[in-house]
């Protein structure tokens, strides 16, 4: 379904994205996990449209999508839920459900869409009518999943979905984009807590400095010592023969 294919973004002389390479599959979910400043909101931008690409390729469902404005992007089947969420304060939950459907000329089902949407995400729909700015991070982050799935994405891409919020909320967020994944959706997730992402994905890449060091299935990765160390707070085991840490 996507084919990001050795792309290279910078901003001015620094090397955001080196050579970097991945692929999701049609309804599969991969995440990206990674340290502050790797590069992953940046590999999220340069495939919204939002970054652009000096060397490489970006395809999607077999179309070059790399250069092309980012409505046009959404427009092809890719939601995009930023990083912080970027809600407008000042307008109220139903209004950001309707600009998330801005690419779509099918009113009647739009508006049945956001009334599933509050549906699934009930917190919001007992806000609908309340000021995003006065909203708790949760639900900010529950309204800016809603407002990514108002365009009815093929690839639905979220950006550190989990920042800033309660492990309780964090708790309850896990499960609902499983649900997302499971209703056909395909995912790709950014995020910061490494554990959460791994347990809920199908494959995962790793990426260090704007490069990807390591790819495999969410199993693989989260077995690997090195990411184990690195990411998810546990020691690397010894090796049983010599006792040497890998």
């Not at 009334?115 to 708790?136: H, N, V, Y």
């Not at 979220?158 to 920042?163: A, I, K, Y």
């Not at 690195?230 to 020691?235: K, V």
Request: proline share 4%; glycine share 10%; hydrophobic share 45%.
């Amino acid at each position: 379904m996507l084919a990001v294919e050795g792309i290279h973004c910078r901003y001015g002389r620094i090397n955001a994205l080196r050579d970097a390479s991945l692929t999701v599959g049609q309804g599969e979910f991969v995440c990206l996990i990674g340290a502050n400043g790797a590069g992953k909101s940046t590999m999220l931008r340069a495939i919204s449209g939002l970054m652009p690409v000096a060397e490489g390729a970006i395809t999607f469902e077999g179309k070059r999508i790399d250069g092309r404005k980012a409505s046009a992007i959404v427009g092809l089947g890719i939601a995009h839920c930023p990083e912080e969420r970027k809600l407008w304060p000042q307008l109220t939950v139903a209004e950001h459900l309707d600009l998330g459907a801005f690419t779509r000329r099918d009113s009647a089902d739009a508006a049945r869409d956001r009334d599933r949407m509050l549906e699934i995400f009930p917190r919001i729909a007992e806000r609908r009518d309340q000021l995003a700015g006065t909203l708790s991070g949760g639900e900010q982050q529950m309204v800016a999943i809603a407002r990514a799935l108002m365009s009815r994405p093929r690839l639905l891409m979220m950006d550190e979905p989990s920042l800033g919020l309660a492990p309780v909320i964090i708790d309850q967020l896990a499960p609902v984009i499983s649900d997302i994944h499971a209703s056909g959706t395909a995912i790709l997730l950014v995020e910061q807590n490494a554990a959460m992402a791994l347990a809920i994905a199908d494959r995962a890449y790793v990426l260090e400095t704007g490069t990807i060091v390591r790819a495999g299935t969410a199993g693989e990765i989260r077995r690997d010592p090195k990411v184990a160390e690195a990411y998810l707070g546990l020691a690397a085991p010894e090796d049983e023969e010599t006792g040497a840490v890998p």
